[in-house]
């Protein structure tokens, strides 16, 4: 199978050796997406607007593949603060419809930027 990198001016850039989408076959892989605007650069300061915000970026990605949240059967949420859980949910809620994908959410020590939330996706093509 071929794989093919996604790359969108919609969503922050990728600041390493890694694209910000991968399609292989029938699955789009995004990279974690921070809560970075493109249009400013900046972090929104709250739990809600952050997860609003990555979702946004992982959304532009999907799109740019040719995908949608529609499609998306797994994500991974790290969060740096699993206090922060509910508040991220209430807002994760209303990018996805039943049947919800499959989900993991760890909280991991420090995220890059010291984000609050990174959030990855694999949905189908």
Known sequence: ?????IATTKAPGAIGPYSQG???????YTSGQLPINVETGAMPETIEE???QSLENVKAILEQSGSSMDKVIKTTVFLSDMNDFAKMNEIYSSFFTEPYPARSAVQVARLPK???VEIEVIALA
Do not use: C, H, R
Not at 22 to 28: F, H, K, S
């Open 50 to 52: 952050q997860t609003k």
């Open 22 to 28: 991968i399609t292989i076959g029938e699955l789009v």
């Open 114 to 116: 010291d984000a609050k």
């Open 1 to 5: 199978m071929n794989k093919s990198a």
